[in-house]
C-alpha cells in the first residue's frame, strides 16, 4: 500500500470491465498499452463489482485536471470488475518524471544530495464494499529511477 499522492482527482469516467484511458491526443507519440488484472480478497476469492481508480501522465510528465491542454479525465478511469474480479485498460506508457527543478522540494532534495525524479507509473485506488482500501502502484522493469525512488512511503510499516 503505497501513499496516494497530491493528483488524485475523483470522479473520473466509470466503465464496466474495459476502459480506454487516453483520449487520442498523443496518437502517434505514444505507446500503447493494455493493463489487466484481478481484484481478489485475503482468501484469493474473486471480488465482483469493485471499483479499480487508475490515473497517470501524459508523455510530457504531466496529468490531467492539473494540466490544462489536457481534457479533465484524461488518462484516468474507473472500471467496474466482472463477476470473476477482472478488469482491463488500453492507455499509453507513461514517462517518468520530476518535480519542479526551481521548487522548494527539488530545492530541499539538492541540499539532501537527492535527485527529485519518479520511475514511470500508474497509480491504482481500489475499492468494494465490506473490503478495505488499496492505494497502490505499477511501475515499469528497466526504469533507473526504479530502485531510487524519492517519493516512496506506505501508509502501514
Not at 476502459?19 to 505514444?30: F, I, K, P, S
Not at 489536457?70 to 472500471?79: A, T
Not at 475499492?127 to 488499496?134: K, Q
Not at 511501475?139 to 530502485?147: K, T
Request: with cysteine; charged share 20%; aromatic share 12%.
Amino acid at each position: 500500500r503505497t501513499i496516494e499522492g497530491p493528483l488524485y482527482v475523483a470522479g473520473a469516467p466509470l466503465c464496466e470491465g474495459f476502459a480506454r484511458m487516453d483520449t487520442g491526443t498523443e496518437d502517434g507519440r505514444a505507446t500503447v498499452m493494455f493493463l489487466e488484472g484481478q481484484v481478489v480478497d485475503l482468501q484469493g476469492k474473486p471480488i465482483a463489482g469493485a471499483i479499480v481508480d487508475l490515473w497517470q501522465a501524459n508523455t510530457e510528465g504531466n496529468y490531467s485536471y492539473f494540466d490544462k491542454s489536457q481534457s479533465e479525465y484524461n488518462l484516468r478511469r474507473r472500471i467496474i470488475t466482472d463477476a470473476q474480479g477482472r478488469y482491463r485498460a488500453r492507455s499509453i506508457v507513461p514517462p517518468g518524471y520530476g518535480c519542479n527543478p526551481a521548487g522548494p522540494t527539488q530545492e530541499c532534495l539538492d541540499a539532501l544530495g537527492r535527485h527529485g525524479q519518479r520511475p514511470a507509473h500508474v497509480h491504482f485506488f481500489i475499492s468494494a464494499p465490506g473490503h478495505a482500501h488499496l492505494t497502490t502502484q505499477i511501475n515499469f522493469a528497466g526504469d533507473q529511477y526504479l530502485w531510487d525512488v524519492f517519493a516512496y512511503a506506505t501508509l502501514y510499516g
